[in-house]
Each structure stands twice: as C-alpha cells, then as structure tokens.
C-alpha cells in the first residue's frame, strides 16, 4: 500500500475554511466534515488531522503529521525550527501590541514594566529584548482583549485583523511586531516516499496561487 501524506489543518477558527478550499482547489476533496478528528482524501494520497492550532508545531516537529496549513505567527512563536515551504496568501494579519485609547503612548519604552497579556509570550519577548525593555507577561489562551478592561494588564498582544475586536474593546494598536498569513509548513521528519507526494501537492497549489493572482 502506497503511503499518505498527513497534513494538519486547523480544526476550527478562521484558517480552517480556507485551508480546505485551496485543497479543494488543488483537485483534492476530503470526503467528510469537520466532526471527525480524521478524514481522508478522496482522490490523492492524502489525510487530514484537524488540530487545534497551538499543537500543531510539536506534531510537526514529532513528525506525527507531514505538513500543515498554520498561521506564520503561530510557527514563529511555537516552530521557528519548522521549515516553510510555501506561503499561502490568506489570512493575513499583524501581531500587534495594543493599548487603552486612554493611555498617552510614545514609544515601546513604556511598557517597561508593564503587565501585557498574550498568547504570544515568546513573539513578545524576542521584540521587547530588542530594545532592552522588561515587561511582566499575562500568558491567556483567548480574548485577550478584554484584560485591560478588567484590569489585568496595562496592554496587550494579540492578532489584528480587521482591527475590530481592537476598536470594540476601546484598544489602540501602538506596536506592529510582525506580519502573517497561512503558510504549508513541513516536519523535518518527512520520509522521502511522503516528499514526492508534497511535491506534486506544491506543485498544485503553486498552480492555484498563480491563478489567484
Ligand atoms: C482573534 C485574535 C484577535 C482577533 C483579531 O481572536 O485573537 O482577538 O481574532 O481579528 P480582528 O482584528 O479581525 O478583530 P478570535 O476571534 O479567533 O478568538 P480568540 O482570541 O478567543 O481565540
Ligand atoms: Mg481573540
């Protein structure tokens, strides 16, 4: 039996739905939903893993998936031992920091010795340590625009978009860390066997970027 290749996709969250339509584009359609952990591809060697997007750079890097469709900003803060082999164009965002519209705001230097809350803990280091700058980290997994708010942290750093969930909870963004959008990362444990199946994938999609331009 010839092997498949094992791609990760984010099992929900805004890069799922688009993760499946560029597979669906490169002629590859994966015969059932989102409600199985698992699912297989119908016509190519192919199966999918739908994963929560924080887990996926440790299966990458274990070797228990071949590929994924993950966020770059997501890679940078838990795999940047993790190759890209393509960049896939959508679900561009920044990593910003942001603080309340209230706050008067000069420089990065004032968040030395603020309180930031994040799920981005090691993004923000790297970027404070540039500048010398010490600040005391808030590490929550979600809706970390609210700490403010609620008196957690004195800012935050998060995803930005379309800017909306910033502007909702009254945040400006001060800080733009890094840019991001979907990339196909690869596990530095693929087999050769696997490769030539990712290379006519590549192929396929390079194909499908090109028409999208
Ligand atoms: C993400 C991210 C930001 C928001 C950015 O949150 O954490 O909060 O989207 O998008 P926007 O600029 O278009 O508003 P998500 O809604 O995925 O939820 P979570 O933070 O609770 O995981
Ligand atoms: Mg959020």
Do not use: W
């Amino acid at each position: 039996m010839t092997k498949k290749i094992r791609i990760a996709i984010q099992k929900s969250g805004r890069l799922n739905e688009d993760s499946l339509q560029i597979l669906k584009d490169c002629g590859v359609s994966i015969d059932n939903g989102r409600d199985q952990l698992k699912a297989n591809a119908a016509n190519f060697p192919l199966e999918v893993f739908y994963l929560r997007n924080g887990d996926i750079p440790q299966y990458l890097r274990d070797g228990v998936v071949d590929i994924a469709i993950i966020g770059e900003n997501v890679l940078i803060e838990k795999g940047d031992d993790i190759a890209i082999a393509q960049k896939l164009g959508f679900s561009k965002c920044r990593v910003s920091l942001a603080v309340p519209k209230s706050t008067k705001y000069d420089s990065v230097k004032d968040f030395e010795g603020k309180k930031i809350a994040t799920s981005y803990p090691n993004t923000v280091m790297n970027y404070l340590n540039q500048f010398g700058i010490k600040a005391d980290l808030h590490i929550i997994n979600g809706s970390v625009e609210i700490a403010p708010n609620i008196g957690l942290a004195d800012g935050i750093c998060d995803i930005v978009s379309s800017g909306s969930t910033l502007f909702k909870n009254n945040l400006k963004e001060v800080e733009v860390m890094l840019k991001s959008e979907a990339v196909l990362a690869v596990s530095p444990k693929i087999d050769t066997e696997r490769q030539v199946i990712l290379d006519k994938l590549l192929f396929r999609i390079r194909a499908v970027l090109k028409g999208r331009d």
